[in-house]
């Protein structure tokens, strides 16, 4: 998609750092915005400011992990304009603590925010984007801790892989469509979401070592990259179809060397007799293309 002006896009997180700032750059070009957030408040107020400067705007109030939430949000977006651009964003902090103590509820609100909604984002858009015969664009935000992970909080670093993990798939779905991808890969930017996380949590709020961790967080993430920054890559992708979104060029050396561990890592068949795997059958069999093989994906 080269144009985005006159285009609608639908944000989830729009209340809020990167959502919104991708909003505002989005909105700068021309672009139609629907602003969903689980924050009404919030919603309403960055709606307003928006709109201030002239962009047309829809402020929805949506938990992303409510299926009925997504078929109400969907038909106020479909009145407001044929969405073309979906950016599934809206995100939580997972906690800290060793993982065997880990509190199930958390963990499943987690991924509920961070990993699951992408299904219900898709449900309601990606198959009329598809229909349309339009050049859309989906934006997925996964985290650079989904290719470097730091030991922080497990709950957060696999559910940001598991965001990574459907778009790389559908990557190669969208591949025949006119539905183009992008994963935003951020590092670190000053954006909220230690007060969101500690706001929005569904059980008591982390005491300790756990609390005194969060608040640490949230002095380094303080100094982060300026979500405004991130918002503009984030069009600049959409208008040139790049999939990868990396921000943060700092990390390049420890993902070469995450990657070169792995690598490293591949020895010997375990059977020495084994042909090998057929994996041209294997795309076959799936009528589909897979990354790397014959330029294709
Ligand atoms: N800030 C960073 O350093 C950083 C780094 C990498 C990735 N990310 C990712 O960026 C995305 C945006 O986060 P941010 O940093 O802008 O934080 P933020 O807290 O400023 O914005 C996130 C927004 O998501 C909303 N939200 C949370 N749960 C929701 C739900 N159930 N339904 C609807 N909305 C909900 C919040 O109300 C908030 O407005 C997240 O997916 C996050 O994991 C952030």
């Known amino acids: 998609m080269t144009e985005v002006a006159g285009k609608t896009a639908f944000i989830t997180g729009g209340a809020s750092g990167l959502g919104l700032a991708t909003a505002r750059a989005l909105a700068a070009r021309g672009a139609s915005i629907v602003l969903a957030d689980i924050n009404s408040d919030g919603v309403a107020a960055a709606a307003s400011d928006l709109a201030s400067t002239g962009a047309r705007v829809l402020p929805i109030t949506l938990d992303v992990t409510s299926e009925a939430g997504w078929a109400e949000a969907g038909e ?79 709950a957060y670093i696999s559910s940001k892989y598991a965001t990574l993990g459907i778009a790389m798939a559908l990557r190669n779905e969208l591949a025949p469509t006119k539905v183009h991808i992008s994963v935003l890969m951020p590092g670190m930017s000053a954006t909220r979401i230690v007060e969101t996380t500690r706001e929005l949590r569904p059980v008591e709020v982390e005491v300790g070592k756990a609390a005194a961790t969060s608040q640490a967080m949230q002095g380094v993430l303080a100094g982060g990259m300026s979500p405004a920054r991130i918002g503009e890559r984030v069009v600049q992708a959409i208008e040139a179809d790049d999939y990868w979104i990396f921000t943060h060029p700092e990390w390049k050396e420890m993902a070469e060397a995450v990657t070169a561990d792995m690598l490293a890592a591949f020895g010997p068949s375990a059977d020495p007799d084994y042909r090998g795997d057929d994996i041209a059958g294997l795309i076959a069999a799936n009528g589909g293309r897979m990354f790397g093989t014959k330029g294709e994906r």
């Open 76 to 154: 106020a977006a479909r009145r407001f304009g044929p969405v073309s651009i979906l950016f599934s964003n809206a995100g939580v902090g997972g906690g800290s603590g060793p993982f065997e103590q880990y509190d199930t509820e958390v963990w499943r609100w987690n991924y509920a925010v961070n990993a699951h909604a992408h299904l219900y984002a898709c449900r309601t858009f990606l198959g009329e984007m598809k229909a349309s015969g339009e050049p859309g664009h989906l934006v997925i935000t996964s985290s650079m801790v989904a290719i470097v992970p730091p030991p922080i909080s497990v």
